[in-house]
């Protein structure tokens, strides 16, 4: 079979499976996420030698030890895949929930039902886990899912979807409501991304190489994350004990994520007392500063910021800071050199709060607290399935209520409409 | 300047005005759209003297009296123009709202607030009224908008926009936030769908080959609405009397538009008794039946229905009838044949009304009411921009509420992530 015919087979199933799954009570769908969860368990050994296929194809490439990290499964990464099934089982199920009935003067009663998306494509490289995390989510609201990891984990994403697929069928689920892509030929992502027809939504999660390739090629739509230049402004009613907590802890705690921020923005007021208590104890924890020319004033020992720092997504102990004279400076840089992931400002003025909430255009806006919290557990959703940067459908972390969407419902008793 | 650097600068302008605008005060956006109401009326006539070269080119050109019909402005459409405006001045502002808050073990508050999505572009076809509702719409939501109506309605659009916008201006809304397109070359609107950096989401009202060529060369999000393929399906356990009636109205009451029904489908067990009745109600109302062999062998002198026939979306005095053996089979037509717009069923049985709603996967699912209430008026929204038939971000009619996005907000007290 060619790969046209190969894609084509794959999503034709996964249609027919989407309207199986979307039938699906929750206890099903619960017990064959428990059940695959005890299967992982007890084939981690199968699991971990699958896994040093990639892995030792993986140091023969040369690829960077970081990047092997990433691949690589162990006993406690097998534990912690099973641990999110089981805690997406704990989560509420989305579909079928009824909102925002109302009775209109034909005596119609008109809502919103929760249902399924459909069918779900995700397109994922490195991290093996991602394949449990994805799958779980799509199966517990009652989505079929199609998954293309990359091809440096090849051999681990066939065995985790090989043993969930099997289970979640014993289980009592349709046998193509999971399916990965077995070929790592890269033109079965073009192939998939026409299938408008067949699937819902695809969802890059992976470099911005793979999202900027998803979204240029896609017929089908496209909820993607791209970068978190997030910012946290320092407003100059901000209690600064308060807000030397809140910047140390956004920057450093976990560096390498999208949560963590890039920009510190301070208001010219309080800048001089804030900065000189706060950059020295950055410092400390190896943090590079970079400044614009009035922060160069408060500490000559920094690096000058150019333009193109404003934009960076570093990623790593860097930051930028910049010195604004009001609240309408600070949100216009945001506006400007931001990527609408997560923004935060710290202030005991409410006007300053419900005006920075209210303008913001970003997925997660907080008020006197660390940007690190944009994430679906820290908001209550359990595992997410990303975060997205888009304005449509859904913005911020996606859970399991993101993965389904509403129909509108009518409850009537014979009416017929007599306006035209 | 040429048509790129024309459309650019257009765009660029929207996206300034949507952040200026996502900040209006709903009473000033209110009393904007009560001023140009008011002015519409003033300026009666020579928004009829425009709208009257329109006519002459388009009778020049030979189109139809339907389509003269429809783009011809007198003075009662103008009074309806009119009152669509003070109609959405009654409808409450979404912006701002906030939802679903609760409070994390972390200490933090987490909710939702509504948000304008920005810069919208709706590209329609003929009707000029479309231009003020949709205006109208957006400007309520607060969003920036750019019109691109057809290339017939030129002069009619661009009075009633100008209009518009001025008295908008002159009322404290910012100056861009409702632009058109006053080109009618055809590349506008490739230009406009490229431009996924200012715009943030594509309507396109109007015939198939509008959405197709705006889907197929979009890069923006894409709210679209197909066919209405409508199906209305009689149970067994119907209430026939009502199930008549449904039928007749959801058929005859406006057989042109979206959401009246194009098939019928009927079960085995009372289609004999059913259809001897409704069958010559229907011919009596000039509708022409084609039916599938088992309701020839009811009524010989109705048409026979081809495989072709349960794709049509008629938009006429036509009905396809086709008997089916249980509400499965029902259900899996309306997958196969339909078109995910809306579908009703008459039942009297509770379990079989469920079912129907659950896992019937269109926009809008109706029991027991005619299906020519899946509209936004009907629904209590107003006007609509729209009827999606798209599943993500917005699906059936949509009104304020669909032409914004739900951000995530968080209050906190000075909280840090300590988990990793």
């Known amino acids: ?5 190969y894609i084509i087979d794959i999503v034709k199933k996964a249609r027919v499976a989407s309207f199986e ?15 695959t969860a005890i299967e992982l368990e007890k084939r981690t050994q199968e699991i971990m030698s699958e896994n040093a296929k990639d892995i030792a194809v993986g140091v023969e490439k040369g690829l960077s030890s970081a990047m092997i990290d990433r691949l690589k499964i162990d006993e406690a990464m097998v534990k912690k895949m099973a641990n999110v099934l089981r805690e997406v089982v704990t989560l509420p199920d989305p579909v079928g929930e009824i909102t925002d009935m109302i009775v209109r003067p034909s005596g119609i009663k008109v809502g919103k039902m929760r249902v399924p998306i459909g069918v779900i494509c995700i397109i994922y490289e490195s991290r093996p886990n991602v394949t449990i995390d994805a799958a779980s ?35 009592g689920l349709p046998s193509d409501c999971i399916q990965i892509i077995s070929t ?23 470099g911005k190489g793979l999202i900027k390739t998803v979204v240029e090629n896609s017929k089908v739509p ?27 802890n956004a920057k450093t705690q976990r560096p ?11 208001h010219s007021d309080i800048a001089d007392k804030y900065l000189r208590s706060l950059l020295p104890k950055l410092k400390e924890k190896s943090v590079e500063i970079r400044g614009c020319e009035r922060t160069l004033k408060i500490d000559s020992k920094i690096f000058a910021a150019t333009e193109d720092d404003w934009y960076k997504e570093y990623l790593d102990l860097i930051l930028a800071v910049k010195i604004v004279d009001n609240i309408e400076d600070a949100i216009a ?9 997560t923004d935060a400002i710290v202030t005991e003025n409410y006007t300053s709060a419900m005006k920075f909430l209210q303008e913001v255009n970003s997925s997660c806006v907080l008020v006197n607290a660390s940007t690190r919290f944009s994430d679906g557990g820290e908001f209550g959703m359990g ?18 209520k993101e993965l389904t969407t509403q129909k509108f419902i009518v409850f009537g008793s014979g009416q017929i409409r007599t306006s035209k």
Chains 1, 2 share one sequence.
């Open 137 to 171: 989510l799509c199966i517990k609201s009652g989505n079929a899912v199609i998954l293309r990891g990359g091809s440096e984990a090849i051999n681990s994403n066939k065995i985790l979807t090989s043993i969930m697929s099997q289970v979640c069928s014993q289980a």
């Open 222 to 248: 496209v909820i993607k994350h791209y970068d978190g230049n997030c910012h946290l402004y320092v407003d100059k009613d901000a209690n600064l004990k308060m807000a030397e907590d809140v910047a140390i």
């Open 383 to 400: 595992c997410e399935i990303g975060i997205s940067t888009d304005k449509l459908h859904a913005r911020g972390p996606m859970g399991l």
């Open 184 to 206: 790592t030929d890269r033109n079965a992502i073009k192939e998939l991304l026409i299938q408008d027809k067949y699937i819902d939504l695809v969802i890059p999660r992976g």
């Open 333 to 341: 840089h945001i506006a400007k050199y931001g990527s609408n992931h």
């Open 21 to 35: 799954i979307a039938r699906i009570d929750t206890a099903t769908k619960n017990n064959a996420l428990i059940e």
């Open 256 to 266: 390498g994520v999208c949560n963590a921020i890039e920009t510190l923005l301070v």
């Open 1 to 5: 079979m060619d790969l046209k015919h």
